[in-house]
């Protein structure tokens, strides 16, 4: 009988591990409130809510791993503090009876010290906000008696990215030859990461028990600066170099006066107002993976773009 692998959550990283999964012939059952995900003989669509402990027993029965890529309703510190632990604690309950390790995608905010080249090392005890939040959830899978893997990534970009700086506002705009805005500095060093070396980096982390129960990097290339990423868009799109504006962090914080939404975004300004680099080389060499080249990167990823018209 083939091993079930479950996924929650059916946004960019979910999906893109649940159809890997499903391409090396794996049985994936993938959980979320509307029962959507991807389309393929191996890959079960259930709806489930992942805060409900009874929900998620049934549906991690037989799993051999799960990968936990539900994120919050809102991107607020209020709503993440409100559902992400319950839903993870939910989750690691139910995986740690099913016998199967939770693998995490993990984001750089928990970091203390982003300003200097951000290492597997830590350290990670970042206060308040939604930074805080992401600390106190590393600090909960550590004390869990469930085997987990968290694999951090910096910024997302890829095939299915659309609410992150380098999707819907960089390579729409890119491709339609309108000037691209960016936050903060346009010529600063900043990690990307490429959502479908995340997955791969999450799906060999499972199946490797000395791998479990720490914090790896998923593999990502070289820092280049919001420019050059743009650039790498239009010479992957074969369009003119693009034209660059940028949206100072004052202006954001002098809005977040009046604005929620944008006074958390501003909550992260500092990735994009001073250097923001994050080092994989460590984890490459323990998983073996390397990063896609940033050239067949965004060749793939401007063909996704392209075929949604």
Known sequence: ??????????????????????????????????????????????????????????????AAAVYHCTHGSSYSAKAWQAELPLAEQTVLAAAGAAGAVVVFPESLYSYSTPESRMTEA?????????????????????????KTV?????????????????????????????????????????????????????IHAARTPTLWNRVWHAPTGPAVTQR?????????????APRIGTMPGWAFRATGVFSQDVRELAETLYQFEKPFVMDSAESQAALGLRPTPLADATA??????????
């Open 122 to 146: 830590g350290p990670r005890n970042a206060p308040g906000g939604k930074r805080g939040v992401r600390t106190r959830l590393l600090e909960t899978r550590a004390a869990s008696a469930t």
């Open 150 to 202: 968290s694999m951090v990534s910096s910024d997302f970009f890829g095939p299915r990215v659309r609410g992150a700086h380098a999707g819907e506002r960089l390579v729409p705009a890119v491709l339609a030859g309108r000037k691209v805005w960016v936050v903060g500095s346009a010529d600063l060093p900043h990690s990307f990461t490429y959502v479908p070396d995340l997955a791969a980096a999450m």
């Open 228 to 240: 050059q990423l743009a650039t790498a868009f239009t010479d992957a799109a074969g369009v003119r």
């Open 1 to 62: 009988m083939n091993e079930v692998h479950v996924v929650t959550g059916a946004g960019p990283v979910g999906w893109t591990v649940a159809g890997q999964l499903a391409e090396e012939g794996k049985d994936v059952r993938v959980l979320t409130r509307s029962g959507s995900g991807p389309e393929h003989p191996r890959v079960e669509r259930l709806r489930a809510d992942v805060r409900d402990p009874a929900q998620v027993r049934n549906a991690l029965a037989g």
């Open 300 to 309: 793939a990823t401007v063909a996704w773009w392209r075929a949604q018209g």
